[in-house]
């Protein structure tokens, strides 16, 4: 069975870097995307953007400016930075294994890891 | 991109059939995915491509699709199935996600 863990710190300091964690356990990192999304507080749920096991990858508009993701795939790890983090950066965040094929949702979820924008 | 439409809320006895609704213009070209997410656990994949359904979820659990609406059907709803539910489609591309603003599933 995937799962997936998202780790990473819960507190964060407005102006500083978002840094999260997805390990993959129970099937393979390669040949799949892997995307983040988030759900801040009282609002909906917002994709961030994907990357591939290869390295190359979409972001979505509104983090573009701001957002990086990359993939190890020895240690079976996706990574998330998001810069310049502001209140509204606080959200839970879930990594997301993206289904093979049309690659157009997801397949497996994380639970999540809350993450608060706090001086 | 576009916006999904879902209700805030709905709510069924048990036994009962509940029906999710899920609308935008761009569901007549673009396939529609639906989660479910328990407080405290991972969201988990109940329909893809309109009406497909995963290995592993109950039949119970079914989707369509007409027009500019899809909807995720739960028959014989239970206890377990009080939830929140997310609708969810893409760009032209497949690329860029979308999601529904979720549906509070209250079984009476």
């Known amino acids: 069975q995937v799962r997936l863990q998202e780790s990473g710190p819960g507190l964060v300091k407005p102006s500083e870097t978002l840094s999260l964690t997805c390990t993959v356990s129970g099937g393979s990192i390669s040949t799949y995307y892997w995307s983040w999304i988030r759900q801040p507080a009282g609002k909906g749920l917002e994709w961030m953007g994907r990357?591939?096991?290869?390295?190359?990858?979409n972001y979505n508009h509104p983090f573009k400016s701001r957002v990086t993701m990359s993939v190890d795939t020895s240690k079976k790890q996706v990574s998330l930075n998001l810069r310049s983090v502001t209140a509204a950066d606080t959200a839970l965040y879930y990594c997301?294994?993206?289904?093979?094929?049309?690659?157009?949702?997801?397949?497996?979820w994380g639970r999540g890891t809350l993450v608060t924008v706090s001086s | 991109s576009y916006e999904l439409t879902q209700p805030p809320s709905v709510s069924v006895s048990p036994g009962q059939t509940a029906r999710i609704t899920c609308s935008a213009d761009?569901?007549?070209?673009?396939?529609a995915y639906w989660y479910q997410r328990k407080p405290g656990q991972a969201p988990v994949l109940l329909i893809y491509k309109d009406s497909e359904r995963p290995s592993g979820i109950p039949e119970r659990f079914s989707g369509s699709s007409s027009g500019t609406t899809v909807t995720l059907t739960i028959s014989g709803v239970q206890a377990e199935d009080e939830a929140d539910y997310y609708c969810q489609s893409a760009d032209n591309s497949g690329v860029y996600w979308v999601f529904g603003g979720g549906t509070k599933l209250t079984v009476l």
């Open positions: 761009a569901l007549t070209k673009q396939y």
């Open positions: 997301v294994r993206v289904a093979e094929g049309s690659r157009s949702y997801g397949d497996y």
């Open positions: 990357i591939y096991f290869s390295g190359s990858y």
